[in-house]
Every structure is written in structure tokens, then in C-alpha cells.
């Protein structure tokens, strides 16, 4: 050891090993190493795993949103994705929204919650296993008056309609909330596929003496 270059340090606590460990006292380490501050802190994981038996609402970005997601929207927002209600807080969950950004309407529209989904009126119901189902839609298209979907239950099927969505680029209104459940997102909403580049109003004829004049 002394030809390896060892420090005296480590010779000296080899040939006396009671000098550096046994000094009089008992400790009582944590187990697995764990420092006794942590803890609390594992407590406080494990109530927050309990935690997720009660499922509760989130906020989160447009981006976040994915075809499938159960989501409540609050009166006088904007709506996020093409979704289908689900239920409302209104009597016979209809809903109210504001369409000028889509065809430039400023009256107000009614919309009808899906009479199959109407159960869903909390995050515990939509978190529930026993209420699964789930949506058959059409491919996404710029028909801004026209939709085709099913509701699909495990004993029946459920048509849906232009009636029974809240498209993305309206408005709720008169409503305290509503739940939906998204089936188009980004570019397959109604609104993208419609907004398209602007077609000229230029002339053929008139393109081509532009540059010569």
C-alpha cells in the first residue's frame, strides 16, 4: 500500500477501524438510506396518489388538447376544438353560442347536449370506466353546415349532428358551462379547412399588362 502511494489517512483508519466508526454512540439510520426529512415528502406523494381516485378539472393550452379529451368550457370563452356536447348547466343542456367569426352571424345559436352523454355532468363521471364509449366520425372536411358522427354504447348507437357540436372559433354565451368531448383538432377543425389563401380578384388579362404598363 505504501508503494501504491496510499495516504497515510486510509492506513491509518484500516489498522485502528474502531478510531474512525465506533465512537460510543447509536445511530438510527433511515431505511433504504432515506433521510428522515424526506419523509414527509413521501407522505405527501402517497396522499397525492390517493388523490387520483377523485378526478378534478385542469387548466391547459389549446395545444395540449387531443381528439378523445373530455373538456369544460366556462361562459363568454372561445372554443377550442370541434367537440360534441356532452351535457350543459342549462335546463335540457342546451347551450348558446356566438358564430360571427364563422359566417359572420351575430345572433345567437342554440345547441343540444348528445341525449346518450347527458350523464356526464362532472370530471367523475367522465373518468369512470362504466361510461365508456366512443365516437365514429367522418374524414374532416370544409362543409361548415354539415356533420355525420355516432355516438357508439355498448348496447346502442347515437347519431350526431351539426346541432349537437360547438365548432372551434365560436363563442359560448348565456352559458355557465359545458362539457364536450373533442372529435377534430388543429387543421381538421371546420374553421382551418376553411381559411384557405384568399383568391384574387385580378383578371387574367389584367396580371399580365401589370408588368408592361
Not at 373530455?70 to 356566438?98: G, L, Q
Request: glycine share 8%; charged share 30%.
Amino acid at each position: 500500500m505504501q508503494q501504491g502511494g496510499a495516504p497515510p489517512e486510509a492506513i491509518h483508519d484500516q489498522e485502528n477501524p474502531e478510531e474512525t466508526y465506533d465512537d460510543g454512540y447509536e445511530y438510527d439510520y433511515p431505511p433504504d438510506g432515506v433521510e428522515s426529512h424526506e419523509e414527509g415528502h413521501h407522505h405527501n406523494l402517497f396522499r397525492r396518489g390517493h388523490q387520483e381516485h377523485h378526478p378534478r378539472w385542469r387548466k391547459g393550452r389549446w395545444e395540449d388538447v387531443k381528439v378523445g379529451d373530455f373538456v369544460k368550457i366556462y361562459d363568454d370563452e372561445p372554443i377550442p376544438a370541434d367537440i360534441v356536447i356532452c351535457a350543459t348547466s342549462e335546463e335540457e343542456n342546451v347551450a348558446f353560442v356566438e358564430t360571427k367569426n364563422l359566417d359572420g352571424e351575430t345572433n345567437l345559436k342554440s345547441r343540444s347536449a348528445c341525449p346518450a352523454l347527458t350523464h356526464l355532468r362532472n370530471a367523475k363521471a367522465c373518468a369512470d370506466p362504466k361510461n365508456s364509449f366512443y365516437v365514429d366520425c367522418e374524414q374532416p372536411n370544409n362543409n361548415m353546415y354539415k356533420l355525420t358522427a355516432t355516438v357508439v354504447m355498448p348496447d346502442d348507437k347515437y347519431p350526431v349532428d351539426l346541432g349537437q357540436t360547438l365548432l372551434r372559433g365560436t363563442m359560448l354565451r348565456h352559458t355557465k358551462w359545458v362539457i364536450g368531448i373533442v372529435i377534430y383538432t388543429g387543421e381538421d377543425t371546420k374553421i382551418v379547412l376553411n381559411s384557405g389563401g384568399t383568391p384574387s380578384k385580378r383578371s387574367r388579362v389584367e396580371r399580365q399588362m401589370n408588368p408592361q404598363v
